[in-house]
C-alpha cells in the first residue's frame, strides 16, 4: 500500500472517529456532565500516553521543552478539549461541529497576526464567508428540543473560543511540536492539563453518584477517551507525514456531516435551512482559506518571477 493511500485512510478514519464522537459525547455529558467528562477525558489520556511513551520507548524530552508543553498543553487541550466539552452541554452537536470546522479559518487569522502570512482578497473572501456561517448559528433561535436560545448561543460562543484556542496552540507551538515525538507531547500535555482542571473538577467527580453510570455511558466514556483522543492524537501527526496539509484540511468537512447524520438519527437534533446554509458559508470558507497560498509558498512565486524577468532581461 503506498504511503499517500495509508494517509488518507489515517485521516477518513480520524475524522469519521471525531464526528461520531460528538453526539456520544453529548449523550454522556447528560449523565455525568461537562467536568466529569472532561475529567475523565484527561486523567485517562494522560495515563494512556505514558503507558505508550514506556511500551514503544520513545526519545525523552528536552527539560527546556517541558515547560513549553505544560503552557502549550493550556491552549491544545485545557481551553481547547474542555471549553468544547462544556460548550457542547449547552448546544446542539451539529452546531458544535461545524463551529469546529473552522479551525483553519481562526489558524489562519493567527498566522496572520503572530507569523505575519500575508492576508489576501481570498483569504478574506474566506473568513468573511466562515464568520457569516457562524453569525447565522448564533442569530437564528434555534437549539434542540430540550435547550433554549440563550443557552444555544452561549455553547456556539464557547464553541468557537475552543476553535480559537486550538488555532492559537498551532500557531504559537508548531516549531515546539515538530520536534518533539508526538507520544511525547500529549502526554506531557495531557498530565499538565489533568493538573489544571482537577482543582476544579475534583468536589463534583467525588461527589458524584456513580451508580447512575450505565453500561451505554460507560462505553460512550470509554469511546470518547480511547477512541476520539488517545487513538486520533496518534493518528493525525502519522497522517501529518503522508499527506499535504490542504489534504489533510479537506477532509475536515467529514466531521459535521457524519455528526448531523448521527444526531438526526438518534434524535438529538434537528436539520434546519439555516444549519444547511451556515454549513455551506463555513465549509466555503475553511475551503477558500486552506486552498489559499501561504507566506512561503508567495515568497517563492515572487523569487520564481523574479528569476524569470532577470532570464528574460539578459536574453533581451
Request: aromatic letters at 10%; glycine letters at 4%; a positive charge.
Amino acid at each position: 500500500m503506498k504511503e499517500t493511500t495509508k494517509g488518507h485512510i489515517l485521516i477518513l478514519l480520524t475524522n469519521i472517529i471525531f464526528g461520531i464522537n460528538t453526539p456520544f459525547a453529548k449523550d454522556a455529558l447528560n449523565v455525568v456532565g461537562p467536568y466529569i467528562l472532561s475529567t475523565f477525558r484527561f486523567v485517562g489520556c494522560a495515563l494512556l500516553f505514558w503507558l505508550a511513551s514506556v511500551v514503544f520507548r520513545v526519545p525523552k524530552v528536552d527539560k527546556k521543552d517541558i515547560f513549553l508543553l505544560c503552557l502549550a498543553s493550556l491552549f491544545g487541550i485545557v481551553f481547547n478539549l474542555f471549553l468544547f466539552i462544556l460548550g457542547l452541554s449547552t448546544t446542539t452537536p451539529t452546531n458544535a461541529s461545524i463551529i469546529i470546522s473552522m479551525t483553519p479559518i481562526f489558524t489562519m487569522i493567527m498566522a496572520a497576526i503572530f507569523l505575519k502570512e500575508p492576508l489576501t482578497l481570498k483569504k478574506a473572501i474566506g473568513v468573511a464567508c466562515g464568520l457569516a456561517g457562524a453569525l447565522i448559528l448564533i442569530l437564528t433561535k434555534q437549539g434542540s428540543q430540550n435547550m433554549g436560545a440563550t443557552h444555544n448561543v452561549l455553547g456556539i460562543v464557547i464553541c468557537i473560543v475552543s476553535a480559537v484556542s486550538y488555532a492559537l496552540y498551532l500557531t504559537l507551538f508548531s516549531r515546539l511540536i515538530k520536534r518533539n515525538h508526538p507520544i511525547n507531547v500529549m502526554k506531557w500535555m495531557f498530565l499538565a492539563s489533568s493538573i489544571v482542571i482537577l482543582p476544579i473538577t475534583l468536589p463534583e467527580v467525588t461527589s458524584f453518584n456513580y451508580s447512575l453510570l450505565t453500561t451505554k455511558t460507560c462505553l460512550e466514556l470509554c469511546y470518547v477517551v480511547f477512541f476520539a483522543t488517545f487513538l486520533n492524537y496518534n493518528f493525525i501527526p502519522m497522517a501529518q507525514a503522508r499527506l499535504r496539509p490542504t489534504t489533510l484540511s479537506m477532509y475536515n468537512y467529514v466531521q459535521p456531516v457524519m455528526t448531523t447524520i448521527i444526531s438526526i438519527v438518534l434524535l438529538m437534533d434537528v436539520l434546519s435551512i439555516y444549519k444547511i446554509i451556515a454549513a455551506l458559508l463555513i465549509f466555503s470558507g475553511v475551503y477558500i482559506v486552506t486552498t489559499s497560498k501561504s507566506r512561503k509558498q508567495t515568497l517563492e512565486q515572487q523569487k520564481i518571477s523574479k528569476t524569470l524577468s532577470e532570464i528574460i532581461k539578459k536574453q533581451a
